[in-house]
């Protein structure tokens, strides 16, 4: 009876044996397939709600804009902001008869829309990211003379 039933214990640890490499192997390669699907898998990029940290902020007296986008031009525009409007989104009539509009008051029949094609950028001068990031492309540009207020704080040459 020992020996038989040793010999039942021998057969049951190689069949055993066999379906413990066969799990393993089964292992193996779900772990590949599982890296193979994580690295080769498609990321998308999803904006986390809440605030997100301003790239650039612009301020003076009793105002401020924090903004998503690098301003190269950062002190001229925040000089202009300070004299043309305050910093307050406003809109009035110009020295010239003309609405102006928004902190940078950008004329929105000439200058505006004339900027809008040039720089291929369009939005409304009432917008302060807009008008700071237009005023920024136009400061860039060497268009800071388009400015009254430019040349009263000697930003022109």
Same mark, same amino acid.
């Given at each position: 009876? *020992?020996?038989?039933?040793?010999?039942?214990?021998? +057969?049951?640890?190689?069949? $055993?044996?066999?379906?413990?490499?066969?799990?393993?192997?089964?292992?193996?390669? @779900?772990? @590949?397939? !599982?890296?193979?699907?994580?690295?080769?898998?498609?990321?998308?990029?999803?904006?986390? *709600?809440?605030?997100?940290?301003?790239?650039?902020?612009?301020?003076?007296?009793?105002?401020?804009?924090?903004?998503? $986008?690098?301003?190269?031009?950062?002190?001229?525009?925040?000089? !202009?902001? &300070?004299?043309?409007?305050?910093? &307050?989104?406003?809109?009035?009539?110009?020295?010239?008869? &003309?609405?102006?509009?928004?902190?940078?008051? $950008?004329?929105?029949?000439? %200058?505006?829309? +004339?900027?809008?094609?040039?720089?291929? $950028?369009?939005?409304?001068?009432?917008?302060? %990211?807009?008008?700071?990031?237009?005023?920024?492309?136009?400061?860039?540009?060497?268009?800071?003379?388009?400015?009254?207020?430019?040349?009263? !704080?000697? !930003?022109?040459?």
């Amino acid at each position: 009876m *020992p020996e038989n039933y040793l010999g039942k214990c021998v +057969e049951l640890y190689r069949a $055993f044996r066999g379906a413990v490499d066969a799990r393993r192997t089964l292992l193996y390669v @779900a772990i @590949a397939l !599982l890296v193979v699907v994580v690295v080769h898998r498609r990321v998308q990029v999803m904006s986390a *709600p809440g605030r997100t940290m301003p790239v650039a902020e612009l301020s003076g007296k009793n105002w401020r804009y924090d903004l998503s $986008f690098p301003v190269r031009n950062l002190s001229t525009v925040e000089q !202009l902001i &300070q004299c043309e409007s305050q910093g &307050q989104n406003i809109s009035r009539v110009d020295s010239n008869g &003309q609405v102006s509009r928004g902190i940078l008051q $950008f004329n929105g029949t000439s %200058t505006w829309n +004339e900027m809008e094609h040039r720089f291929d $950028f369009y939005g409304d001068p009432r917008n302060p %990211t807009a008008a700071i990031h237009m005023a920024d492309m136009m400061i860039s540009d060497g268009l800071v003379g388009r400015w009254t207020c430019a040349r009263s !704080l000697g !930003l022109t040459k």
